[in-house]
């Protein structure tokens, strides 16, 4: 993952920025597969050999300065790192990071406390679409999140479940999605 600087782009841009990337990159052996508008930053989901990265990321800054980078993969990771690393990345909009992280956790689980992972997970889901410029998609995904949720308790770790179930709800009715922290 590159983040870039935002510098007034919004997920109606996505398309547009994925297509520059794609082109500003023509000359290289990278992959640059989508483009996620958030409020600071606009992020890129790369594939390069590591060797490339800095010709990659010099190419790009023509978009926004780096903010970061992050080698996403699938790793394991102890349980409260897990969950303490998906809330920061929630409340940061870097939300497929925030997805990568619960899903750690989530193969850890079993029972209820999975059924709730999975509906943090689908949340930050619908929030990675919106900031693809697919709103739909997000939107369709609450009534999987709040099914997910379900009768959950009110609480996991820090998280509290009852206000996820009641934004998700409201955004559902306004067929919006709006930022927000867990």
Not at 11 to 21: F, N, Q, W
Not at 156 to 177: C, F, G, P, T
Request: with cysteine; hydrophobic share 40%; net charge negative.
């Amino acid at each position: 993952m590159l983040h870039f600087k935002n510098n007034g782009y919004t997920p109606k841009d996505s398309r547009e920025l994925i297509y520059r990337a794609r082109e500003l990159a023509s000359d290289m052996d990278a992959s640059v597969r989508v483009a996620r508008i958030a409020g600071k930053f606009v992020e890129f989901d790369v594939g390069v050999e590591k060797e490339d990265l800095d010709t990659l990321v010099e190419k790009l800054s023509l978009i926004g300065d780096l903010d970061n980078i992050r080698h996403v993969f699938e790793e394991e990771i102890e349980k409260e790192k897990g969950i303490s690393d998906g809330i920061y990345y929630f409340n940061n909009e870097r939300f497929w990071e925030c997805h990568e992280a619960f899903e750690g956790v989530w193969k850890q689980c079993f029972g209820k406390e999975k059924e709730i992972l999975q509906g943090i997970i689908l949340f930050a889901v619908a929030f990675a679409h919106a900031q693809e410029d697919d709103l739909r998609i997000g939107i369709g995904m609450l009534r999987r999140v709040l099914d997910k949720l379900g009768t959950s308790p009110s609480e996991y770790h820090s998280i509290d479940i009852d206000r996820l179930r009641k934004k998700a709800s409201e955004m559902q009715q306004e067929k919006e999605l709006t930022i927000f922290e867990i």
